[in-house]
């Protein structure tokens, strides 16, 4: 089966694909050699009117709310021109951060409107890899033939900085297409200046693939945003357990183990947590890694590069010395694990706290084999025939989002008691609260923004944002 990239970007209605929407989806196929195959996808998809914006993100894209309704596509048609045009066999999903943030919001799109969440990103040898770690990994490791760039003395990523100081064209940053054209453009620099390190990368992409090279290698030289940029997000670190349904936990081995050695679960629990404060503890120096997120992670043998010992600031003496610490201490290793669970388990207990809201839901469960049968029955349905199917689901999240589904992809369709459900649905969500209201929140925000704002385009947006929340406030007299 012929592979090909698929590069893709979405620009968002804000940071949080559980209550957020894509607005925008760009995207560009690519043979291996990163020729472009056949034309860009380049469409937006309409917010509907239960969603309001996140004035900051409107700021950064400069989409409006009102550019999707006239000029997009519901996310039913989006999803019917994606699974024809861009989710073909063999196609490997690919962008700029896309693993932690693109990917989510698809995840999200597909769950909502009763597709697989999963099956695009595997199906039919599909896969995904994610260029920014390559990025971090080339810069750390392999650097020559690049320019780096440097903001305020310390080393940054940014895609549109990177283009800019090698000479590419990036006159739009923030646009999904010209970021996917920037992106594919970097992913030349790398292919072209270091096509070794590009190709193992690519090759290491895959869930087994991951899971096999950490069972062979006890330490090796792993890229991640949680490390700093003064050593290149770059650290070489051992591995301290693995659990196929969490993944691994890594050990940063610049740090010497023996200061936490005599803690116990809960102080390695409060030392792993993030904090800002100065005076804190020294923070414990272990990361998560998925195996199903594509980490870019190499041998160690590249350390003996004097360069990279400077760039990751750490030699092979400190690394022999670090784990052999570590293993000579199975207790701290147990600790750890423990302080791990524990963390897990507070955060399930603050998430069932919280008021379950189908739209959010997608990670509290998979969905049944008969309910997956009456997701394909939905999809393929006319949106009179969708009301009929409620009482044969038994999920009880893809019982609350059928109503939303056609309320969201067909309005046009919803009979009279539809349409006042719908509205109480709206009112529930947008105006209940009220001053912690999402309504109440998004008109605090523009005002604080308007006061601060003197660009006559910024403020053109939030004229715009609010004309938009006055366009869907439901109906009051709700009973």
């Not at 970007?9 to 894509?22: C, F, K, M, V, Y």
């Not at 792993?272 to 190499?298: D, G």
């Not at 539809?418 to 105006?431: G, M, P």
């Amino acid at each position: 089966m012929t592979q090909s990239f698929f590069w893709y970007d979405l620009e968002t209605s804000g940071l949080n694909p559980r209550a957020q929407r894509i607005m925008q989806f760009a995207g560009q196929r690519t043979d291996m050699g990163l020729k472009p195959i056949g034309e860009p996808v380049n469409v937006l998809i309409k917010l509907s009117d239960d969603i309001l914006p996140d004035p900051d993100a409107i700021f950064v894209t400069g989409i409006t709310p009102q550019s999707t309704v006239q000029d997009g596509i519901t996310e039913v048609e989006f999803l019917k021109l994606f699974y024809e045009q861009v989710a073909t066999p063999g196609t490997i999903f690919v962008g700029y951060n896309t693993i932690r943030f693109d990917d989510e919001f698809m995840r999200f799109l597909h769950y909502r409107n009763f597709y697989d969440a999963y099956e695009w990103q595997w199906r039919d040898n599909r896969s995904r890899w994610d260029l920014l770690d390559v990025v971090r990994m080339t810069r750390a490791l392999r650097p020559d033939g690049i320019q780096w760039p440097i903001v305020d003395g310390k080393a940054t990523n940014r895609l549109e900085l990177i283009t800019k100081l090698n000479g590419v064209s990036h006159e739009h940053a923030h646009d999904a297409l010209n970021d996917v054209i920037a992106s594919i453009e970097v992913a030349k620099l790398i292919k072209t200046n270091q096509p070794k390190l590009f190709d193992w990368l690519l090759k290491l992409r895959g869930k087994n693939d991951v899971q096999r090279f950490i069972k062979d290698n006890p330490t090796f030289i792993y890229s991640s945003s949680k490390f700093s940029s003064e050593t290149e997000k770059t650290s070489v670190v051992s591995v301290l357990h693995t659990d196929d349904a969490k993944g691994a936990l890594v050990y940063d081995l610049r740090n010497d183990p023996t200061k936490f050695k005599d803690l116990t679960p809960e102080e390695l629990a409060d030392r792993w947590r993030y904090t800002t404060e100065p005076e804190a503890p020294a923070r414990l120096p272990v990361k998560s890694i998925k195996y199903n997120h594509c980490p870019a992670m190499s041998p160690t043998g590249v350390l003996s590069d004097e360069g990279v010992q400077q760039r990751l600031k750490i030699t092979p003496d400190q690394v022999r010395q670090n784990f052999a610490k570590l293993r000579s201490m199975p207790g701290l290793v147990e600790n750890i694990v423990k302080a791990r669970d524990l963390l897990d388990d507070e955060r399930g207990e603050q998430w069932s706290k919280q008021t379950p809201d189908a739209d959010a839901a997608l990670y509290d469960g998979f969905v049944g084999d008969g309910d997956k049968k009456l997701m394909a029955v939905a999809r393929a349905a006319r949106p009179d025939e969708l009301s009929s199917l409620q009482d044969d689901i038994h999920d009880w999240r893809l019982r609350e989002l059928l109503p939303r589904f056609k309320a969201r992809n067909y309005p046009e369709k919803l009979t009279d008691e539809e349409r006042a459900e719908w509205e109480k649905y709206r009112y529930h969500v947008l105006v209940e609260g009220g001053t912690e209201s999402r309504l109440a929140t998004f008109m605090h925000r523009l005002g604080e923004l308007a006061k601060a704002e003197q660009d006559e385009d910024k403020r053109y947006l939030l004229e715009e944002l609010q004309l938009y929340a006055e366009s869907i406030l439901p109906v009051t007299d709700i009973d």
